[in-house]
């Protein structure tokens, strides 16, 4: 098993106005998903193809405070602004079979890894302790589930499907050179131009971007 894309994380400041958004955008709806209370989180989410899934998430007013900040820079001023405007991508997750030894060994801090579990499924998951993203969620987080089916399998196919993750970074070869070095380099085409994170998706109607 090699490393390979989880998921993608598209955020919004409010669950179900971001969910007529992509709606809008998509011309499908996303089901609504499940919650994240160690995180303060819900989300919407889908079948994206390859066992991966597209998650929409946002900050759930229904569950107390987490107690830390949460993750994919949901609690950053920036990011709230920027979702307030519409949903924005904020991270992609990286599938791995042994995430001690890509913690163990990447070059730059990933976070700490955080143990979840959902019925009789866990996972670990790299979460920076202030709520940050690495290399502004151009370096994925990374993820690592107990034995089973990939929860996609389980999730509404609508008919989308990933087509592309696409990083701008100033430094494109850099870039390059850090997510080869963690082994995900494959998963992405890496552009020059300012900061940024896309993600191309077709749907029954067509493609989309989701940026």
């Known amino acids: 098993m090699t490393n390979r894309v989880d998921h993608f994380s598209v955020g919004a400041s409010n669950l179900s106005e971001g969910q007529r958004a992509l709606h809008d955008l998509l011309g499908v709806t996303v089901p609504i998903g499940s919650k994240h209370v160690a995180m303060g989180?819900?989300?919407?989410?889908?079948?994206?193809?390859?066992?991966?899934?597209?998650?929409?998430?946002?900050?759930?007013?229904?569950?107390?405070?987490?107690?830390?900040?949460?993750?994919?820079?949901?609690?950053?001023?920036?990011?709230?602004?920027?979702?307030a405007e519409r949903p924005r991508?904020?991270?992609?997750v990286v599938n791995t079979p042994n995430l001690d030894a890509v913690v163990g060994a990447s070059p730059i801090d990933l976070g700490e890894v955080v143990n979840f579990q959902r019925g009789a499924r866990t996972w670990r998951l790299t979460v920076p302790r202030d709520g940050s993203l690495p290399e502004g969620g151009l370096v994925p987080a990374f993820i690592e589930w107990?034995?089973?089916?990939?929860?996609?399998?389980?999730?509404?196919?609508?008919?989308?499907?990933?087509?592309?993750?696409?990083?701008?970074?100033?430094?494109?070869?850099?870039?390059?050179?850090?997510?080869?070095?963690?082994?995900?380099?494959?998963?992405?085409?890496?552009?020059?131009?300012?900061?940024?994170?896309?993600?191309?998706?077709?749907?029954?109607g067509g493609s989309a971007v989701l940026d």
């Open 89 to 92: 991508a904020l991270c992609w």
């Open 41 to 83: 989180t819900h989300n919407c989410v889908c079948q994206a193809g390859n066992e991966s899934f597209l998650e929409l998430i946002a900050v759930d007013p229904e569950v107390p405070d987490p107690g830390r900040k949460r993750w994919f820079t949901l609690d950053d001023l920036s990011t709230q602004a920027r979702i």
């Open 146 to 204: 107990s034995p089973g089916p990939h929860p996609s399998t389980g999730q509404p196919d609508i008919g989308v499907r990933l087509e592309a993750i696409k990083l701008n970074h100033p430094d494109p070869d850099a870039l390059r050179n850090l997510l080869s070095f963690l082994g995900v380099e494959h998963l992405v085409r890496v552009h020059e131009g300012p900061r940024g994170l896309a993600f191309e998706v077709a749907t029954p």
